[in-house]
């Protein structure tokens, strides 16, 4: 009866062991993957910058403007020095496909520099920020939109609710640096298109329901919504930063590009848009349960042997092959469970 005790007690000790390494994992494993994929995007965005410049330079339809690119550093977005007026106007850039760098954000408050990239779905999002697809582009005429995760993928806006009013964003894109302000959108002070008395007056971050969509609606004047999940480790809220575009800062924003078709002509679904992130990839639910039993029977063959031959050599051979399986089983397990941003 006492051994059976003693072997249910350490059972459950390698159990509990076993999720608190998944937790660490979650919490900070993960940001392997996006610590990657800033390198992959600053580069890329480099290459979209001098790609742009060489089209619109070319272009007999744009006024020439003054424009420096910098190559972007491992800590800091490429500086662009861009001179427009109503009449020195750079085209908007064109939308890139979903996962590609669209631009860095940088927020002095939270600390926050990062690429972010077109799409908002469960790969965008460990990436980097994402900007929802049908909102318009940052930098250009409406009502952009971008979201990113607050505890996992090196939890971007995890700080989010640290914002106050009169905060400064500075969005970068290869039209240029444009930076925001935040604002307080129940204000009855601002102008038309800005005032929305669906929100709480005098408070820099509003908390709305998953299912309000209502937030990224578009308006005529320039201004950014940031979004997350909230509270800090849950998906049952959504905390909401609104920013308005600095003119006196700013080149005048243009047009946005006409959004892109949705596949097979079917209108974008915002409410689809704004959940994707947060259902399990079915796709990753076999990897995790083979990984799984990969992982059990390198345990208990572990666990032989050490019963076998009780030395610390044994232990620390284990280990090794044990912590190798037990990584790819945790990545799709991450994957399939719901997301907790």
Not at 325 to 341: D, N, Q, S, T
């Amino acid at each position: 009866m006492r051994r059976t005790i003693a072997g249910i007690g350490r059972t459950l000790i390698t159990l509990g062991l076993l999720i608190l390494l998944f937790v660490a994992y979650q919490l900070w494993g993960t940001g392997i993957w996006t610590a990657r994929a800033q390198d992959q995007l600053k580069g890329d965005f480099a290459k979209a910058q001098r790609q742009y410049d060489a089209s619109t330079d070319t272009d007999p339809s744009t006024v020439d403007t003054s424009t420096t690119v910098r190559a972007p550093s491992t800590t800091t977005p490429p500086t662009t020095s861009t001179t427009a007026t109503t009449s020195q106007l750079r085209p908007a850039p064109p939308i890139p496909p979903e996962g590609d760098a669209e631009g860095w954000i940088t927020i002095p408050r939270i600390g926050l520099n990062m690429v972010f990239v077109e799409g908002t779905s469960r790969d965008d999002l460990k990436k980097g920020p994402g900007h929802y697809p049908g909102t318009p582009l940052p930098g250009t005429l409406g009502n952009a939109a971008i979201a990113g995760h607050r505890t996992t993928y090196l939890h971007p806006f995890y700080n989010i609710d640290q914002l106050v009013l009169g905060d400064e964003i500075k969005i970068q894109t290869v039209a240029g640096t444009f930076y925001y302000e935040v604002f307080d959108p129940a204000d009855p002070s601002n102008p038309p298109g800005l005032y929305d008395k669906r929100y709480t007056p005098g408070v820099p971050h509003q908390i709305v329901k998953p299912t309000d969509t209502w937030v990224v609606d578009n308006t005529a004047q320039a201004e950014l919504t940031l979004s997350a999940c909230n509270p800090k480790y849950s998906a049952a809220q959504r905390i909401i930063i609104k920013a308005k575009l600095m003119a006196a800062k700013s080149p005048k924003p243009p047009e946005p590009p006409a959004p892109k078709p949705a596949a097979h002509g079917k209108a974008i679904s915002q409410q689809a848009t704004l959940s994707e992130g947060l259902s399990g990839q079915a796709r990753s639910l076999d990897p995790a349960v083979l990984w799984g039993i990969i992982a059990a029977l390198v345990g208990v063959a572990w666990w032989w042997l050490f019963r076998r031959w009780r030395h610390p050599l044994t232990w620390a051979l284990g280990v090794i092959p044990f912590l190798v399986v037990l990584f790819p089983f945790y990545v799709y397990l991450e994957r399939a469970l719901p997301a907790g941003y």
